[in-house]
């Protein structure tokens, strides 16, 4: 019934992240064959590692996707509909649906894929880098994923309380917070009848837990209030190459 009705977005706070969670479907092989067989499968596999290592995403396992398809009488192939493949992410939990494909050309493997937000079905950006290396290949896409999706999905949450200059925060390790990552302080203005936010100071993370976070207060950092929101702070940083 999910299926048919496209899966219903998950209720609750709509302001704190949930943890980003992924799922590779449709993944198309062109140009020449594989010198070995199982090349692409083995490419997935370190990508997955690669991800799951940095802490930034959670992967939907490819078995929970075999096994969906197959309860639905679902085809690999009939996922190459757009429409097929947002809902089956929705169903699986997925935030964001990685379609695209692998082709060889003069010994070069390169790979293609666009990263779509399951629950607004905007895309969320696209990836091509070519290697002749399938570590080194799957370093690489997994690096542009992540800066991808921080871009997207900076980590938000709220101050729970607040204690001298620490502040416990209420998303921790399964979110992907790490040990120094900084996130600006918000404050809620009403302007008319909209909400806006205005920063009122930053801070900054001193230890994880799974589900929360302690953050030192930094300076000139002043009025900070339990319930006030927090944000991540993404600096730039050089194009990867």
């Given at each position: 019934?999910?299926?048919?009705?496209?899966?219903?977005?998950?209720?609750?706070?709509?302001?704190?992240?949930?943890?980003?969670?992924?799922?590779?479907?449709?993944?198309?092989?062109?140009?020449?064959?594989?010198?070995?067989?199982?090349?692409?499968?083995?490419?997935?596999?370190?990508?997955?590692?690669?991800?799951?290592?940095?802490?930034?995403?959670?992967?939907?396992?490819?078995?929970?996707?075999?096994?969906?398809?197959?309860?639905?009488?679902?085809?690999?192939?009939?996922?190459?509909?757009?429409?097929?493949?947002?809902?089956?992410?929705?169903?699986?939990?997925?935030?964001?649906?990685?379609?695209?494909?692998?082709?060889?050309?003069?010994?070069?493997?390169?790979?293609?894929?666009?990263?779509?937000?399951?629950?607004?079905?905007?895309?969320?950006?696209?990836?091509?880098?070519?290697?002749?290396?399938?570590?080194?290949?799957?370093?690489?896409?997994?690096?542009?994923?992540?800066?991808?999706?921080?871009?997207?999905?900076?980590?938000?949450?709220?101050?729970?309380?607040?204690?001298?200059?620490?502040?416990?925060?209420?998303?921790?390790?399964?979110?992907?917070?790490?040990?120094?990552?900084?996130?600006?302080?918000?404050?809620?203005?009403?302007?008319?009848?909209?909400?806006?936010?205005?920063?009122?100071?930053?801070?900054?993370?001193?230890?994880?837990?799974?589900?929360?976070?302690?953050?030192?207060?930094?300076?000139q950092s002043e009025g900070l209030?339990?319930?006030?929101?927090?944000?991540?702070?993404?600096?730039?940083?050089k194009a990867l190459r």
């Amino acid at each position: 019934e999910a299926y048919k009705t496209g899966g219903a977005a998950p209720a609750g706070d709509e302001w704190t992240s949930p943890p980003v969670t992924i799922s590779f479907v449709n993944f198309a092989a062109k140009g020449a064959p594989a010198g070995r067989e199982g090349e692409d499968d083995f490419f997935l596999l370190k990508l997955n590692e690669h991800l799951q290592e940095s802490g930034r995403v959670q992967i939907v396992e490819r078995e929970l996707l075999d096994k969906l398809l197959a309860e639905l009488k679902l085809s690999s192939t009939e996922l190459v509909d757009r429409t097929t493949s947002l809902r089956l992410g929705r169903i699986l939990a997925a935030r964001v649906i990685a379609t695209g494909s692998i082709m060889r050309y003069n010994g070069d493997v390169q790979v293609s894929i666009r990263l779509t937000d399951t629950e607004t079905t905007a895309m969320k950006g696209a990836v091509a880098i070519a290697d002749k290396k399938l570590d080194s290949l799957a370093q690489a896409v997994s690096d542009k994923i992540i800066a991808k999706l921080k871009k997207a999905y900076p980590i938000r949450g709220s101050i729970m309380s607040l204690e001298g200059k620490q502040v416990l925060l209420n998303v921790g390790a399964e979110t992907g917070i790490q040990d120094g990552m900084q996130f600006k302080v918000l404050e809620e203005v009403k302007v008319g009848e909209r909400t806006r936010y205005r920063p009122v100071g930053t801070v900054t993370v001193a230890s994880v837990e799974v589900d929360a976070a302690y953050a030192t207060v930094d300076e000139q950092s002043e009025g900070l209030k339990a319930g006030m929101k927090v944000q991540q702070i993404i600096r730039s940083v050089k194009a990867l190459r």
